[in-house]
């Protein structure tokens, strides 16, 4: 069964500091990956896309199929990232995702 | 157009009681799906319907059932509340699986 781990729960960087959040996978097949966001008081919503290999609101997030991690990265942290982070997974065929445990992010002045 | 909507926002039940929490989406979207979320757990599948007709279970979904009434709406009910029930409810939809558009949650709490 597909597996995805957080390793940490809570993440604190000062505001222009680099942040990855880590987010690791275990699937037999080839994965879609995604990442999450759910601001305080809003909804979650996605982020970004493996396959889209874009970068939203400075993130970026590179699939590596050899260490099987879809780890998140923004070079300068801002205070309006802080947020509960979550990476997902959705299996070749289907619509389900499997979550991770999410990642608090605080990003302090 | 409202998205997903989920009602109701708030409620406290007690152990034994029953209710039914109702998502609505006028998104046209195909898929639905029921999460809860709990605190070091993440979001956690309990039900979801592939498209109108179909219900499956996800990874948690003993103490619930679930409804899709048509196209448009998906409900979850508990029929007989316990205290590991309390959590934040979601329900999310989606076209064709490729990105889940959440509702704003229920927020549960079973004495």
């Not at chain 1, 996978?25 to 396959?51: A, N, T």
């Not at chain 2, 316990?82 to 959590?87: C, D, H, I, L, Y």
Request: charged residues 20%; positive net charge.
């Amino acid at each position: 069964a597909q597996r995805v781990t957080q390793p940490e729960k809570l993440l604190s960087v000062f505001k222009g500091a680099p942040v990855e959040l880590k987010c690791n996978y275990s699937y037999s097949g080839s994965p879609e990956l995604f990442w999450y966001v759910q601001y305080s008081r809003q909804r979650l919503q996605l982020l970004l896309r493996h396959i889209s290999r874009e970068s939203i609101k400075g993130f970026t997030a590179d699939l590596n199929k050899g260490e099987t991690s879809f780890h998140l990265k923004k070079p300068f942290a801002q205070e309006e990232d802080s947020a509960m982070y979550y990476c997902a997974l959705k299996e070749t065929s289907g619509s389900r995702l499997t979550f991770g445990e999410g990642t608090q992010l605080t990003v302090n002045p | 157009n409202a998205g997903v909507t989920q009602t109701p926002k708030f409620q406290v039940l007690k152990t034994g009681q029953s209710m039914t929490l109702q998502c609505a989406q006028d998104m046209n979207h195909n898929s639905m799906y029921w999460y809860r979320q709990d605190p070091g757990m993440g979001l956690r599948l309990i039900y979801y319907s592939a498209s109108e007709g179909t219900t499956d279970k996800g990874e948690v979904p003993n103490g619930y059932n679930v409804s899709r009434l048509n196209k448009r709406e998906f409900s979850l009910r508990l029929e007989s509340a316990a205290p590991s029930q309390t959590s934040v409810y979601f329900c999310a939809t989606s076209l064709a699986g490729v990105q889940q558009y959440f509702g704003p949650g229920t927020r549960l709490t079973v004495t």
